[in-house]
């Protein structure tokens, strides 16, 4: 699985900066909310608790006109996504969360509609992503076991390495940090259908909103599912 959507990354992208007489280039950038959902997939099996972040995305577009309305639109992406929160345990506090970039490749079909002063596009198409980094990090602080802790821990989702920096504590004293930092790891590669509307003002102005939904399962794992969707609005300058 992973070599085919390697393949179809490497394909994406040649066709994103393919040249032709009919081919536009451009820029665009936005706001990006992306959103995991877990569940479970055996009998008995407990999934964690979903969770959300936010972000933004930018990149090279590439807009092929191909008959009549009809355009593909692809383009390399950019993203980056986190979130925060703030947990008690005992006497310990935590601030942090959660941190994901992303290379995205999407190759929509793209309509587009033509009025007096623009034109609105209807697009759908699938969106093939490949995980870069995916990590949460925590600074821990208070007391334990007679020790100040003042320090952080942090989980790699891709590949499972916990960290510990300046969190130490009694050799005697039970780990404080069980339960604190995630368990599960990700596949990194990510494939998602989506769909979204535009409005194109002057011939280079390009405003955009779409949802994708994640049709990949991206836990490494037995007894659980997980998905990415995301939301994104953006603005975008074809030359």
Request: cysteine-free; glycine content about 12%.
């Given at each position: 699985m992973k070599n085919i959507v390697r393949g179809l990354l490497a394909a994406a992208a040649v066709l994103s900066f393919a040249t032709?007489?009919?081919?536009?280039?451009?820029?665009?950038?936005?706001?990006?909310?992306?959103?995991y959902s877990f569940k479970s997939a055996a009998e008995g099996t407990?999934?964690?608790?979903?969770?959300?972040?936010?972000?933004f995305y930018a990149g090279l577009t590439q807009e092929v006109r191909l008959f009549?309305?009809?355009h593909i639109q692809t383009g390399l992406y950019y993203l980056?996504?986190?979130s925060r929160e703030r947990r008690e345990y005992v006497d310990l506090v935590t601030n942090g969360g959660r941190t994901d970039h992303y290379l995205s490749v999407p190759i929509m079909l793209?309509?587009?509609?033509?009025?007096?002063?623009?034109?609105?596009s209807l697009f759908a198409g699938p969106t093939l992503s490949a995980g870069l980094v995916s990590k949460e990090k925590y600074t821990v602080a208070g007391q334990y076991a007679g020790a100040t802790v003042n320090g952080d821990i942090s989980y790699n989702f891709y590949t499972g390495n916990v960290k510990y920096d300046g969190v130490n504590?009694?050799?005697?004293?039970?780990d404080p940090y069980a339960g604190m930092l995630s368990n599960w790891l990700y596949n990194r590669f990510d494939?998602?259908?989506g769909a979204g509307v535009g409005l194109e003002f002057f011939r280079f102005l390009e405003v955009r909103a779409g949802y994708d939904w994640g049709l990949i399962d991206r836990y490494r794992g037995d007894g659980i599912e997980v998905n990415r969707d995301q939301f994104y609005v953006s603005v975008g300058i074809r030359f």
């Open positions: 032709t007489a009919s081919a536009r280039s451009g820029i665009e950038a936005g706001y990006l909310n992306s959103r407990a999934a964690p608790a979903g969770y959300s972040q936010d972000g009549a309305g009809f980056y996504l986190t793209k309509y587009k509609i033509g009025l007096p002063f623009m034109k609105i504590v009694p050799a005697d004293a039970s494939v998602q259908i």
